[in-house]
């Protein structure tokens, strides 16, 4: 989850340079959720007993 938050960021970085805001836009918030998404399970495997 973590690799595809990171490719969305480079999509978003190279579509900001190329003048595509809209895209750039959308893939930020893109990789902006499946980070989050990524701490929340990080930190519920780490306490959830298992």
């Known amino acids: 989850m973590l690799e ?3 490719g969305f ?3 978003a970085l190279v579509a900001g340079i190329l003048g595509a ?3 750039a836009g959308l893939s930020m918030d ?3 959720w499946l980070i989050v998404a990524f701490v929340v ?3 519920l495997s780490l306490v959830w007993p298992g």
């Open 4 to 6: 595809l938050a990171i």
């Open 30 to 32: 893109i990789a902006k």
């Open 9 to 11: 960021f480079v999509l």
């Open 21 to 23: 805001g809209g895209v």
């Open 41 to 43: 399970l990080a930190i």
